[in-house]
């Protein structure tokens, strides 16, 4: 009887063991964290910070510009290395909304911006990188 409660008893352990080394290998996506890059404007440079957490399953993020302003970021979707993100800003009384799309690689998140301002869009290149913490 011991020598069939013994390969059990292990085969239990084991199969515990590989199913908590699981659940604790599902870590936070590669994109949580904060996020920099700048932009030019008027001979000024602007520094953004992009800051994404992960609460449950789901990932939520702010965006902190100009004068530390933190603005949440609307549809949040970070699949397959692929991040897109938007941001609604006012501005001079005008409602101007941003959308970021990018590819993760390695600590540098690079693609374009988006920016409908009253119905005029324009592209431009975006490329944003990871701060160390």
């Known amino acids: ?4 409660f013994v390969p059990w008893t292990f085969l239990c352990v084991v199969s515990w063991l590989a199913w ?21 404007r008027g001979g000024q440079t602007i520094e953004t910070t992009l800051t994404i957490k992960q609460e449950g399953d789901k990932l939520t993020g702010t965006v902190t510009g100009r004068n530390n302003t933190e603005t949440p970021v609307q549809d949040l979707k970070f ?50 990188k990871r701060v160390k913490e």
Do not use: H
């Open 1 to 4: 009887m011991k020598t069939r």
């Open 20 to 40: 908590t080394a699981a659940c604790w290998s599902a870590d936070k996506p590669a994109v949580v964290g904060k996020w920099k890059w700048s932009i030019e």
């Open 79 to 128: 699949e397959k290395g692929e991040l897109s993100f938007k941001v609604t800003r006012e501005w001079n009384g005008q409602k101007m909304v941003l959308s970021y799309k990018g590819k993760l690689e390695g600590d540098t998140i690079k693609g374009t911006v988006e920016r409908d301002r009253d119905g005029e869009k324009t592209t431009r290149d975006w490329e944003a």
